[in-house]
């Protein structure tokens, strides 16, 4: 059965329905209508309705507010908890990148000092780590596209290059599984492709990496690629999704995308016959190249 993040965005939606109900009990319990308490935080009355529904992540003012006026000075701390669980779960790029991209990827710096084992499966783009400059500027430039977002795609990149010295790291372990399609969709010029494709020709000889490559001929007999994901170590998993990067800690979502990534890795190609299927891309992609020279 095919999985993608709808398990992962449900969850999400039950962690903020359960903090919703956590808050209707409280107004409850203080003897307040709905309407009594949007007018005594002079809120619009819809706003309650959301919050206690789960369909609007509240504040941390939000949640002191609330406990203060249905007189629960005691619930606060175990509401920021909830809601910081919550946040950590669900990190909107929006908020993650309101400082700025570079301040993201500092912050993987700082989670990288940490890992001492990466699985990385990517069905669509080569992951950071494996990148070079041209690619990662591409990459990193997409978030540009939301609003409020600091531009400093420049410096974000200078940190993801520093990033990837762990890569040479005697204890570091790695082990990457790509789609062909990771090898051939053009984020940047064809030029700068050729580069990012030498790249991982040279990172797989590696000894500590090992880099899979799934064949567009492979035929799938279970598990088939519907999103990438990141497990780091063995207590956390990463998915980015359009809205947001999901960090799933639960025991059950590290076993099961622990088994995905098994049965994802058990059908690529390593070693000689991943560097065969890059080369082919390679190959196509210098023919293109050839045949449409860049003009001045």
């Not at 789609?179 to 580069?195: K, Q």
């Not at 799934?214 to 994901?229: A, S, V």
Request: charged letters at 25%; aromatic letters at 6%; glycine letters at 6%.
């Amino acid at each position: 059965m095919p999985r993608n993040t709808a398990s992962e965005a449900s969850n999400v939606h039950e962690a903020r329905t359960a903090l919703g109900k956590r808050l209707r009990e409280l107004r409850q319990h203080a003897g307040l209508t709905g309407k009594q308490l949007a007018e005594s935080l002079a809120w619009p009355p819809s706003k309650i309705s959301k919050l206690e529904n789960g369909r609007q992540t509240p504040t941390d003012d939000d949640l002191r507010a609330w406990a203060r006026i249905t007189d629960a000075p005691g619930e606060v701390d175990a509401l920021l908890a909830k809601l910081h669980t919550l946040e950590t779960q669900h990190a909107e790029w929006q908020r993650l990148l309101r400082t700025g991209a570079r301040a993201h990827q500092s912050a993987l710096a700082e989670l990288d000092a940490k890992i001492r084992f990466y699985r990385v499966f990517e069905t669509m783009i080569v992951p950071g780590l494996l990148q070079i400059p041209e690619y990662a500027k591409a990459c990193l430039g997409h978030g540009s596209v939301m609003d409020e977002v600091r531009d400093d795609i420049a410096e974000a990149v200078q940190v993801r290059m520093r990033r990837q010295d762990i890569l040479y790291a005697p204890d570091r372990r790695f082990h990457f599984v790509l789609t062909e399609a990771a090898l051939r969709y053009r984020l940047c010029s064809p030029t700068a492709m050729l580069g990012q494709l030498d790249r991982l020709v040279s990172l797989s000889t590696l000894p500590n990496l090992k880099l899979g490559v799934i064949d567009f001929r492979t035929l799938y007999r279970h598990e088939f690629p519907t999103h990438g994901f990141w497990l780091l170590g063995e207590d956390l998993v990463q998915v980015e999704t359009f809205s947001a990067e999901l960090n799933l800690a639960q025991p059950q979502e590290i076993e099961l995308y622990g088994k995905i990534f098994e049965s994802l890795a058990g059908i690529a190609s390593y070693g000689r016959a991943a560097r065969q299927i890059i080369m082919r891309v390679i190959d196509d992609l210098s023919a293109e190249v050839e045949e449409d020279p860049p003009t001045r």
